[in-house]
Nanobody, 124 residues
Framework: VQLQASGGGLVQAGDSLRLSCAAS????????MAWFRQAPGKEREFVAG????????IYADSVKGRFTISRDNAKNTVYLQMNSLKPEDTAVYYC??????????????????WGQGTQVTVSS
C-alpha cells in the first residue's frame, strides 16, 4: 500500500487546514486508518483514528473538539479536518493503515503502512 499525504502548509493560529491521504495499491475500506504527528525533538504521537467505516473514531485529548477524521472508502482516501489550529499543532503529520478493521489503537506498532508525511506549521 502506498499512502500520499497532502494539504499541509503554513497557517496562523486559529486557522483551519484539511489534510488528505490517498491510498493506492490496496483498498483501505477494510482497515482502521489513523493520523499521527511528530514535532521536532518529540516522539511520534497518535492524533486520530477511524474504524473501517468511520463508525468509531477516537482522538488525542489535545485535538479533541478541534480535529475531525473522516474517510471516503470509495475514493480510498482519509481526511483530517483541523480547526482552531494552535502553534503546538506544528508537526509533520502522517497517515497510516492499521492491522485491524474495527478497533482503533493508539499505538504506532498497530499500523502497517505509513505515508511520507506532510508538514503543518502554525504561527502565533
Amino acid at each position: 500500500v502506498q499512502l500520499q499525504a497532502s494539504g499541509g502548509g503554513l497557517v496562523q493560529a486559529g486557522d483551519s487546514l484539511r489534510l488528505s491521504c490517498a491510498a493506492s495499491g490496496r483498498t483501505i475500506s477494510s482497515y482502521v486508518m489513523a493520523w499521527f504527528r511528530q514535532a521536532p525533538g518529540k516522539e511520534r504521537e497518535f492524533v486520530a483514528g477511524s474504524s473501517w467505516n468511520g463508525g468509531d473514531t477516537i482522538y488525542a485529548d489535545s485535538v479533541k473538539g478541534r480535529f475531525t477524521i473522516s474517510r471516503d472508502n470509495a475514493k480510498n482516501t482519509v481526511y483530517l479536518q483541523m480547526n482552531s489550529l494552535k502553534p503546538e499543532d506544528t508537526a509533520v503529520y502522517y497517515c497510516a493503515v492499521g492491522s485491524r478493521k474495527y478497533i482503533v489503537k493508539r499505538q504506532s506498532g498497530e499500523y502497517l503502512y505509513w505515508g511520507q508525511g506532510t508538514q503543518v506549521t502554525v504561527s502565533s
